[in-house]
């Protein structure tokens, strides 16, 4: 067995590597250094790495190593070697939609509520006419925004009749697989504007292979459509006095785009204007024509959208709703988020973060620090500190910065890659005999690794594609496992009615049903109700004594108050076993769930109870 995840992962890099270099290779125009102008090449690039070290200030007192670490970084930006042939966009998008089509096709597992009963369960509501709205939305803490996107889809899938099963619930997140591949390739192209073309290879690279990253982008979260807007409005965002971001010609265009970009983040997750404070205010301070931006860009722009975005949600709730503001003053003034748990104020730093990089957090600590970008790494510190503040800490919640984590990932990796050819102390002429060797090898789209590398490549490959595959596909997959049976055996008459004895929304609801038959579940809905427990709270202390208060006494039991189905985890079995037998439940489905505690307990399996008769 280890063998052959051995072998997968050598094959999976090999083809990779493949195809990393020979599309470059082909349309290249191969520079023979033993030419005068390849000696010159060679040259100006000693030339530069000279001017870049001592940029970087490293004096002549430190060690030869600081020296040529230094030299690295430095070069990384300002030479374009051999195999550094700039990728066309349209291929890099191309295998970025591929990739996250496939991805999308791969998840079948739950991972947070928001990602149903925030979006697509709104969504299914508006075109379908039923479907639950969370407490959040008659508080008016929601915009409509993100869930008319897939409101659209859920339309167009209607009217052509195509509302089947297995669109309802693969088409939203093959939609957000297209956001997705497009964040992809704005976080190649914002890394190819700041670091170069190598850069840019290798951070694509990290964005895939990462192991969050697959797990989560493609989910329907406000997150992930806001972690694709900021990128893409990061990459048309001008130049910045601390930062090695390249000017851009059409810098007026660019920057209006960017604000508009912005606008629409923050329209959708308010909290995005987090990262855009940080990103205008050092903006701000680079620049002499500050009203100007302010005056005649800034606030037009932020009008048209906030406007745009308040009309919007005036025809939808049927009054006027300043989602942004209620939005703030909940989960930032009242700290009601808390409700849901809070975590430590260092958890982003020590747990969270670091979860989300695995083995990636080194290499990317390393690639700050290489490339000397305090001005994005400031905006990652920033992000991170200052969700730090609040109680309530998701990972979802910081990944808008975590494309930025993963370019610098990407430098460490480019830098990685160079330093055995360019630690070797090597004269002019055998530099040149070297640079002939790698010219004929890449003819061929071949490049040797060091072994130090292949082991590091490896290293990624190997902790971060396994978790990526056992959190799509296997943890928690049960959840939405037993709503696609409900929704078949409710295609054939059998189901009238569900009632889900679980945590509150631990499973989808109507949008995966799609089938309009009673349901209902344990409402957990915060309440400013001192000592106040919710339902799923008390049906968890006590679950029989819930039970018979709310349908009647023990032996009682009206059959029309009672669901034809019921739905639990295996770990409330020994408690119900004797409730459900003597009213005529009888199991009748078992989905795996989890190998690990996800709620309170270990939740191995999600069971489906059949009213067996009726009195």
Known sequence: MRYKSYNFCVEAVRIYRQWLEMDGARRRVVATDSTPEGEANLVGSNTKSLQSKRQLGVGEGESSSQHRAFEFAGNIRSSQ???????DDRQVWLVCLIARIANALLVRTYFNPDEHWQSLEVAHRIVFGYGHLTWEWSSGLRSYLHPLIFALLYKILANFSM???????????????????????????????????RVAHWTLFCQMVNWFTFFCMVRTFSNCLETVLTTVALYYWPTCKNSKLKPRSDSLASHRLAL?????????????????LYVGVTHLIGISNKAELLLFELVPIGAIVFGATCLLDRWMYGKWVLVPINFIQYNFLSAGGDFYG??????????????MMLSMLPLMMAGIWWSREWWLAGLMLWDL???????????????????LALMFTGYALA????????????TFDDANQESNKRSKSMKYGIRKWSTPFQLVIFGLLLTNIPVA?????????????????LHKEALEGHVSSVMFLMPCHSTPYYSTLHKNVSMRFLDCSPSEQEGYIDEADRFMSNPVAFLSAIYGEYKNISSISRPSHLVLFDSLKPDLHDFLEAHSYKEVQK??????????????????YAETSRD
């Open 260 to 276: 508009l970009v912005a606008g629409l983040a923050c329209a959708i997750r308010p909290t995005s204007a987090i990262i855009w």
């Open 385 to 403: 500190g200052i969700y730090s503040i609040l109680g309530h800490k998701e990972f979802r919640f910081v990944l808008p910065v975590l494309p």
């Open 469 to 485: 595959l056992y959190t799509s596909v296997v943890h928690q997959r049960g959840a939405e496992a037993v709503m696609e049976y």
């Open 415 to 426: 830098i990685l890659e160079r330093w055995k050819e360019k630690n070797s102390q090597e």
């Open 163 to 197: 509302d089947s099963s297995w669109f309802m619930i693969k088409g939203p997140r093959l939609l957000q697989a297209v956001f997705t591949a497009v964040g992809d390739v704005y976080l190649f192209k914002l890394s190819r504007r700041v670091f170069g073309e």
């Open 81 to 87: 070697s051999l195999d550094d042939a700039p990728w």
């Open 591 to 608: 989905f795996f769930h989890s190998h690990f505690p996800v709620d309170r307990e270990l939740q191995a399996y999600v069971l489906v």
């Open 342 to 355: 809070s975590h430590p104020w260092h958890w982003y730093f020590t747990q969270g973060f670091p979860t």
